[in-house]
C-alpha cells in the first residue's frame, strides 16, 4: 500500500513563483539527491523560513562538528523514533544506512535503537538523546558526565543537544502539517 501523495495537508507553494536562489537550491538538490526533498517542499510556503531552514539545518547537520554526519543521523532517527514521526524516521533512515553502508540499521535504531550492536559512545549518545527527548527535565549533570567518559567533548555534548532540539522542532512541523517524505526513500540503500 503506498503511502499518500499529497507533501503536506496545507497548500502547496507555487514553486515557479520562488525566487532565483530557492530555484537554484531545488535544482542542486534535484541534481545531488535525485529529488527535491518534500520537507524543502514544505518550507518554500514561507520563503524565508526555507532559507532559514536550509542554513541552520546544513549547519548542524554537515558543518564543523567532534559528531560525525552518521552520528547526528543517528540522534535524527532516534528523536524521531520518540516522537513517532514518520517523515523524519523514512528520511533520516535512509541517510543512516546509507552513511553506515548498513541496511538495516536504520530500522533498528527508528524502532529500539537499543538492539543495535552501537559502539558505547553511540549509546551513550542515543540514551542522552532519547531521555532529553521524552523528558528533557530529567536530564542532569551525571547525564552529561557520562557523556564525557563516552569520550564527548563539551562542544560535542552541545552539538548532541542542538541536533536534538532542531529535530524535535521539525518533528512537530512535519506531525502538524503531515508532512509526507518522498516515496523514493524507501527503496534506497536497501
Request: proline residues 5%; aromatic residues 8%; negative net charge.
Amino acid at each position: 500500500m503506498p503511502q499518500p501523495d499529497h507533501v503536506t495537508r496545507l497548500a502547496p507553494a507555487d514553486e515557479d513563483a520562488l525566487d532565483d536562489d530557492l530555484k537554484a537550491y531545488f535544482a542542486k538538490c534535484a541534481e545531488k539527491l535525485g529529488m527535491v526533498p518534500n520537507v524543502l517542499r514544505a518550507y518554500a510556503l514561507r520563503p524565508e523560513k526555507l532559507r532559514r531552514f536550509s542554513r541552520m539545518y546544513n549547519e548542524l547537520m554537515l558543518g564543523e562538528s567532534g559528531l560525525s554526519t552518521l552520528e547526528r543521523e543517528m540522534i535524527a532517527v532516534t528523536v524521531s523514533a520518540a516522537n513517532r514521526c514518520y517523515y523524519c524516521l523514512v528520511a533520516h533512515g535512509q541517510a543512516v544506512r546509507a552513511l553506515s553502508e548498513d541496511p538495516q540499521l536504520g530500522e533498528m535504531i527508528a524502532f529500539n535503537y537499543r538492539v543495535a550492536d552501537l559502539s558505547p559512545r553511540q549509546r551513550a549518545m542515543l540514551d542522552f538523546t532519547w531521555t532529553l527527548t521524552l523528558a528533557p527535565q530529567d536530564i542532569a549533570e551525571a547525564d552529561r558526565a557520562g557523556l564525557r567518559e563516552a569520550g564527548f567533548s563539551d562542544e560535542d555534548i552541545f552539538d548532541i543537544c542542538d541536533v536534538a532540539g532542531f529535530f524535535n522542532y521539525t518533528n512537530r512541523v512535519a506531525h502538524g502539517t503531515d508532512m509526507m517524505p518522498n516515496p523514493d526513500y524507501h527503496a534506497m540503500d536497501r
